[in-house]
């Protein structure tokens, strides 16, 4: 006994499950359509946790997804913003090379960052560095002029307005059992039990887990990476610009700390990658003993742990050290002190982990029938979601019935 029955249902009200509902309201505003959401408001997770920048797509592989989808998708949102009234600001970024051995990685980012098709990329020394980031210091500096910062709450707010104009988004409505056969695919929830002929799963740090709700093998686990940020107090937010990034070591998929001004003005530094011990855990505190020995019970997990536990150290180690997370800063703004940053928020990345140890570097999409398994979603997936939203109709919509 099911209560309504739709054409798809999306699981997941962040940034890419909005932005894949909104794209399929826009093309078949016939289809009937319904976002389920656990949490009684849309973006609570990942999307209301972020820095907020609308990256560039300098840093990714050519031809890649990520590439692709972000340098299109950061144009994207800046339109949807400005179109539809969102704070953003295009206000640019410097990539800063502090020591010998990154220069020659700073030197590939910017052929990268050409070969995804960026216009306006320039090396830069030190005096010019000052220039633009008056209290930065560094060797030399990649000016990447196309990155900006908006709001993704407020994006995510907007997207659901403009889906419930063509469809549903149903919040406090967490998706507790998936029954399908030839004909539907049924979803339960507490607040009823939906029956559709397509489903989309995007519940971020939960996808692995509704893939196999549904009765697929991810092949994947969910590894949560908290990122930590401290505020820089307001008396000294004036030694910002705008963005200043450190060059990322190749081996991981984050940025490494860094200052960001938000769109209201405030200036913040990180975030850090912490191994989370639960899949929402904010704080050092929050564990989640279920969700830790299921991390624990998966091959992959130790093999990831056997290559990154020294790196894995380090973050814990500036996690609890202020004077720790300090020093990694004041490489980027020597002038920045302990007393200059107060603990600020914290967001948890839903980062998919192979059974080999390795990190998925690129978006995943998985089809499976009538479902589509968004397994693999981290950065740059805000910018790029009204993307995302596109290239998932384009690859999937005709098996989901689309037309
Ligand atoms: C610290 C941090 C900084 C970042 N900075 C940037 C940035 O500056 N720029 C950028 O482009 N990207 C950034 N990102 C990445 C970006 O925020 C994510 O890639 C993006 O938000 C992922 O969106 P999502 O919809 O997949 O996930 P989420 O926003 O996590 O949404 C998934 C939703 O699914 C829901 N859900 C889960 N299980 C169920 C269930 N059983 N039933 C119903 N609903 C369920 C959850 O409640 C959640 O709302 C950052 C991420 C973090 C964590």
Redesign the pocket.
């Known amino acids: 006994m099911t209560d309504s029955r739709y054409n798809i249902i999306v ?8 932005g894949v509902a909104l794209e399929i309201t826009r093309r078949f505003p016939q289809q009937r359509l319904l976002v ?4 009684d408001r ?14 560039s797509g300098v840093y990714y592989k050519p031809g890649s997804l990520k590439a692709r989808l972000c340098v299109a998708g950061a144009a994207a949102m800046v339109e949807f913003c400005r179109e539809h009234g969102i704070p953003y600001q295009v206000c640019g970024k410097v990539i800063v090379a502090t020591e010998e051995e990154e220069l020659p990685r700073l030197e590939q980012l910017r052929q990268r960052g050409e070969a995804n098709g960026l216009s306006g990329l320039r090396l830069i020394g030190p005096e010019e560095l000052r220039e633009i980031e008056a209290h930065a210091a560094g060797l030399k500096a990649l000016v990447v002029p196309s990155t900006g910062v908006t709001d ?1 709450a407020l994006v995510c707010a907007k997207y659901a307005e403009l889906i419930r104009a063509n469809g549903e988004v149903l919040t406090s ?4 059992g998936i029954k399908r056969n030839a004909s539907e695919i049924v979803v339960e ?1 507490p607040r009823g039990a939906f029956a559709t002929d397509a489903l989309i799963n ?6 692995d ?2 893939s196999r709700m549904a009765g697929d093998e991810p092949g994947v686990r969910i590894v949560p990476f908290r ?1 930590e940020y401290y505020d820089l107090v307001p008396e000294r937010a004036a030694l910002v610009g705008a963005l200043i990034y450190p060059v990322p070591d190749p081996r991981f998929p984050f940025l490494g700390v860094h200052f ?1 001004r938000r769109i209201a003005g405030k200036v913040d530094a990180g ?1 850090n990658a912490v191994l989370a011990l639960a899949r929402e855990g904010y704080r050092h505190t929050d564990i989640n003993l279920e969700e830790m020995a299921s991390s624990l019970a998966f091959a992959g997990f130790w093999r990831m742990a056997r290559q990154h536990w020294r790196s894995g150290f380090g973050e814990w180690y500036r996690s609890l050290s202020k004077a720790a997370f300090v020093r990694a800063l004041q490489r980027l703004l020597p002038e920045i002190g302990e007393n200059d940053l107060t603990p600020g928020g ?5 980062q998919a982990l192979k059974p080999d140890g390795a990190l998925v570097d690129d978006f995943q999409f998985v089809p499976s029938g009538k479902i589509l398994h ?1 397994l693999n ?9 009204l993307m995302i939203g596109k290239a998932i109709v384009d690859m999937a919509g005709k098996n989901l019935g689309l037309n």
């Open positions: 699981i997941g009200g962040g940034v890419v499950g909005l389920l959401e656990k949490e849309v973006a609570c997770h990942q999307s209301g946790h972020n820095s907020g920048v609308i990256h993704y409505a967490r998706a507790t929830t995007c519940a971020g740090l939960y996808s887990r509704i990122g960001t975030p914290s967001g948890v990345r839903a968004v979603v981290p950065s740059p997936a805000a910018t790029a979601s």
